[in-house]
């Protein structure tokens, strides 16, 4: 199972700490990914990062302001959110990744509970 949490409404500009906990399988052996859906739109592929948490990689639109990390021995896996902006406003998820450095998920018909994300202009 897997629970985001930490959204909710900050001022474009502004950051955010996304959590995700992990149970019931070997959270560790997984690489990991977030995923976001606005209204209206298709989900979509924020970004990834290695089982060991060595080694991450984001989508253009994210990258240089998110930053994801992983705490294998508590299950947890972390967005941080920096220099937010109106067009990041989504349903934030988070989800196990086919391969590293892909977009896919491994469980494209299974989503976790979300967290709503809103940035006012």
């Known amino acids: 199972q897997l629970q985001a949490s930490g959204g909710g409404l900050v001022q474009a500009g502004g950051s955010l700490r996304l959590s995700c906990a992990a149970s019931g399988h070997t959270f560790s052996s997984y690489n990991m990914g977030w995923f976001r859906q606005a209204p209206g739109k298709e989900r979509e592929f924020v970004g990834g990062i290695h089982w060991s948490g060595g080694r991450s990689y984001y989508a253009d639109s994210v990258k240089g302001r998110f930053t994801i990390s992983r705490d294998n021995a508590s299950s947890m896996l972390y967005l941080q959110m920096n220099s937010l902006k109106p067009e990041d406003a989504a349903v934030y998820y988070c989800?196990?990744?086919?391969?590293?450095?892909?977009?896919?998920?491994?469980?494209?018909?299974?989503w976790g509970q979300g967290t709503q994300v809103t940035v006012s202009s």
């Open positions: 989800g196990a990744l086919k391969r590293y450095g892909s977009n896919v998920p491994l469980q494209a018909d299974y």
